[in-house]
C-alpha cells in the first residue's frame, strides 16, 4: 500500500474542471514537495507538475497544482479529449531513501 | 532537446540475469542524478534504484536490494542497470528518468522485461 493515496478513477466532460487528489499516509514525505505525471495511452510517464505547484516549460495553464496539510490535489480546467490518461503524485520519502508514487488515478473524458 | 533512450529489455527465464541501458543526450549528463522506474503491465509506476552525479550516493528499493545494481559511466553518458536472480515479479517496463532531486523531469521511452520459463 501506498504511502500517497489516489482515487483509482476521476471523470469530467469537455470543457469542464476535474480535480484528483493525492492524500499522504507518512510523515516521511511531509515536508517534501508533490510532483505530478502524465501518462498518455501508451506513452511514458511526463512531468506535469513539480514542486506542488510549478508547471514545467510547455505544460499548459489548464494543469495546476496545489498542496495543503497532508493533501495535494492536481486540478485540471477546459477539459480535453486529450487528456484522457493515468496521473500520478509522487514525492521523495526520506525513510525509504526513494521515490514514492500514488497508485494512480485514470481520467476519462465523457 | 534532452533525450533519454534506454535498451537491453527481453525475455529472460527466472533465475537470470539482464543488463539494461540508458544513452543520455541533450544535455550535460555528468551533472545530474538518474533513476530507474518500473511499470509492471496493467499496474502502477514504482521506483527501482537512484545514482547521483559521482556514483558516491545510491539507493534502492526493498524489492530490489541485493539483486540490482545501478551504475553510470559519465564518460559515455549513460546509466546502466545490472540485474540478477530475477523473477516474475521483476517483468516491466523499466524507465530512466533524470533526477534533479526536487522531480525527474525527463523520461525515456522505456523497456520492456519479460521474465518467464
Known amino acids: 500500500q501506498s504511502v500517497l493515496t489516489q482515487p483509482p478513477s476521476a471523470s469530467g466532460t469537455p470543457g469542464r474542471r476535474v480535480t484528483i487528489s493525492c492524500s499522504r499516509t507518512?510523515?516521511?514525505?511531509?515536508?517534501?514537495?508533490v510532483n505530478w505525471f502524465q501518462q498518455l495511452p501508451r506513452t511514458a510517464p511526463k512531468l506535469l507538475i513539480y514542486?506542488?505547484?510549478q508547471r514545467p516549460s510547455g505544460v499548459p495553464d489548464r494543469f495546476s497544482g496545489s498542496k495543503s496539510g497532508t493533501s495535494a490535489s492536481l486540478a485540471i480546467s477546459g477539459l480535453q479529449p486529450e487528456d484522457e490518461g493515468d496521473y500520478y503524485c509522487?514525492?521523495?520519502?526520506?525513510?525509504?531513501?526513494?521515490?514514492?508514487f500514488g497508485g494512480g488515478t485514470r481520467l476519462t473524458v465523457l | 532537446e534532452v533525450q533519454l533512450v534506454e535498451s537491453g529489455g527481453g525475455l529472460v527465464q527466472p533465475g537470470g540475469s539482464l543488463r539494461l541501458s540508458c544513452a543520455a543526450s541533450?544535455?550535460?549528463?555528468?551533472?545530474?542524478?538518474m533513476s530507474w522506474v518500473r511499470q509492471a503491465p496493467g499496474r502502477g509506476l514504482e521506483w527501482v534504484s537512484y545514482?547521483?552525479?559521482?556514483?558516491?550516493?545510491?539507493f534502492y528499493a526493498d524489492s530490489v536490494k541485493g539483486r540490482f545494481t545501478i551504475s553510470r559511466d559519465n564518460a559515455k553518458d549513460s546509466l546502466y542497470l545490472q540485474m540478477n536472480s530475477l523473477t516474475a515479479d521483476d517483468t516491466a517496463v523499466y524507465y530512466c528518468?533524470?533526477?534533479?532531486?526536487?522531480?525527474?523531469?525527463?523520461w525515456g521511452q522505456g523497456t520492456l522485461v519479460t521474465v518467464s520459463s
Open positions: 528518468a533524470r533526477d534533479t532531486a526536487v522531480d525527474l523531469d525527463y
Open positions: 541533450g544535455f550535460t549528463f555528468s551533472l545530474y542524478g
Open positions: 545514482i547521483n552525479s559521482s556514483e558516491s550516493t545510491i
Open positions: 507518512s510523515s516521511n514525505i511531509e515536508n517534501n514537495a
Open positions: 514542486n506542488d505547484n
Open positions: 509522487a514525492a521523495w520519502d526520506d525513510s525509504l531513501n526513494g521515490w514514492v
